[in-house]
């Protein structure tokens, strides 16, 4: 058998045509299905896709000629054309059958895409508190407690409640309403002959704070020098400061304990002589924990908790100076000086175990705890005090 190289021109060429004839015969048999379609119905066709062809084109053309007229009449009237996405023309919306358009898909979040999604449960921020509100106390209430419970300053509480408390934290007892201020500040009543630029000096603001503030309902451009309130017109003062007037107990001293005699009478009348102080002080109760008001400018002591009747022991050795009933507001009330220039101060028992002029000795029992006088619950309020130092903090001298 001779190999493809040296095969004759003539077979060559016979090969060639039966593979080409075969070729052809492949092709007729494949078109063989389509043959049943006629003539004309793909002439029918191909003239219907020209014809869509034609006004698609048509309507682009008008489309862009009319968006031309357009910016010309905007340019010519001294308008600008807002740049807004094209919309299609109604000749062309006419033509084009909406069933050509594909298939809506949404894109999936991992595209980048942001879904909407409804919530039930929408969280509304607290909003601040414009108006004053009321406020009851309740039995074991304290002003720092109060403060606290309201987000505000315990002088806040006093200075918005002169009228009842006097500037005494003492004075709180259940049953009492207080005004609670929305803000730390003061609180105050005009009256007639009253200048804003006068009061907001007093109490250390600028007078366009009182009239900013939401709550007083002030006209926003009035003059301060002749606002025209209102008097009896009670007004926050935010962040307003005045001096506390003081109640505080004076300093007595065994050589003049009569100085209390307008205190109440458990004052002392005699001089007296004892026992002088060890030079350190000691817990005086058992319970080692504050029941509500510390230690502060307007509250020269500490509250420390306890039951009623629970014994109250001398800080220190010296003489009783007082030692009974107090009128403002501490109750039964005992006052010991000890003789190096200290005294402390034992308030609201329940009852009192020593008199006048005896001599206390460190750690012996004075009385009890209790809840005499302006008190919301048993407590010992305990106050030191020298004559160089004044009134101190007790913790800063003493600890549980």
Known sequence: MSSPENTPPEIKKKLVFQEGRGFQQLIRKRLKPFQSVSWRRLTTLHAKLYTAGLLAIGGLILFAV???SDIQMGAASGTELSNTASVASPALNEQLDMGLLPLYQSLPDENGGIRRRSDLHTIIPDRPRLDVVKYTVEAGDSLFGIADKYGLRPETILWGNYDVLQDDPHSLRPGLELNILPVDGTYYEWHDEDGLNAVASFFGVDPQEIIDWPGNNLTPHLD???????????????????????????????GNPAVAKIAGPGACGSIYDGPVGEGFFVWPTSATYLSGNSYSSFHPGIDIAGSTGNAIFASASGVVVYAGWNNYGYGYMVVIDHGDGWQTLYA???????????????????????SSGNSTGSHLHFEMQHDAYGKVNPYDLVSP
């Open 348 to 370: 609201h028992m329940s009852q009192v175990n020593v008199v006048c002029g005896q001599a206390a000795f460190q750690g012996g029992v004075i009385g009890g705890i209790g």
């Open 224 to 254: 301060p020098s002749n606002p025209n309130i209102e008097p009896g017109t009670q007004l926050v003062i935010p962040g307003g400061k005045r001096e506390f007037v003081s109640w505080q107990a004076p300093r007595i001293t065994r």
């Open 66 to 68: 009319k968006k031309s």
